[in-house]
């Protein structure tokens, strides 16, 4: 809990007014891209586990979706592989 003044207090993301018990949200927000999300996740598929590695949005068309190739690093092949995804948007 971090005082403000005498008065108000930061409680987990609310800030509170203690002598009149008021409370408005604060902006704090973190904003992340899709492919930020997806550097750093597992990757699987019959033939394929790795991490991926890198994304970029891909011209590739999916009903209701967006499409990213990305480069996996699998520990068992001597070369990274590259694969098309759909992220589904919209929801």
């Given at each position: 809990?971090?005082?403000?003044t ?6 987990g ?15 704090m927000a ?29 011209n590739?068309?999916?009903?209701n ?12 092949t ?10 589904k948007?919209?929801?």
């Amino acid at each position: 809990m971090e005082l403000l003044t005498s008065n108000m207090k930061i409680v987990g993301g609310l800030e509170y007014n203690i002598g009149y018990n008021e409370r408005k949200w604060l902006t704090m927000a973190n904003l992340y891209t899709i492919q930020d999300l997806l550097i750093g996740k597992t990757y699987r598929s019959n033939s394929l586990t790795g991490e991926i590695i890198s994304a970029e949005k891909s011209n590739v068309w999916y009903e209701n979706a967006e499409a990213y190739l990305v480069e996996i690093y699998s520990a068992h092949t001597l070369k990274n592989k590259y694969r098309t995804i759909a992220v589904k948007v919209g929801e």
